[in-house]
């Protein structure tokens, strides 16, 4: 939590409800994940970042739970997808590459 006055709204934090020490926050997440012509938050850390501690920037709550989310909504299916379409190719070829003939005649024309 910023605790200056003057620059907390640049944290772009919002307490929803308190209740005793206890609170909710929410987070303005305009600018952070968008889809269009100037780069998001997100992508400039993500792509356009030579900061060297950019993961510590992507561990800060609001960006964690927005990859988490991404994550689990769309990204995984697609990995774990193309991870098993993989094995299986690689099976298959394996599989067809082990019990090729090795004896007999080539099937195309051979001198030596």
Not at 25 to 31: E, F, M, R, T
Not at 95 to 106: D, I, M
């Amino acid at each position: 939590e910023i605790k200056d006055e003057e620059v907390r709204h640049l944290s772009r934090k919002f307490k929803d409800w308190a209740y005793g020490p206890v609170y909710s926050s929410l987070y303005d997440l305009s600018y952070v994940d968008t889809c269009g012509e100037e780069p998001s938050v997100l992508e400039i850390l993500v792509y356009n970042s030579r900061n060297e501690n950019r993961h510590e920037m992507l561990a800060v709550e609001p960006f964690n739970e927005l990859l988490r989310a991404k994550w689990q909504k769309f990204a995984a299916a697609t990995f774990y997808i193309s991870v098993i379409s993989y094995l299986i190719s690689m099976i298959i070829f394996t599989l067809v590459a082990y019990f090729h003939p090795t004896e007999g005649t080539p099937p195309y024309p051979y001198t030596t």
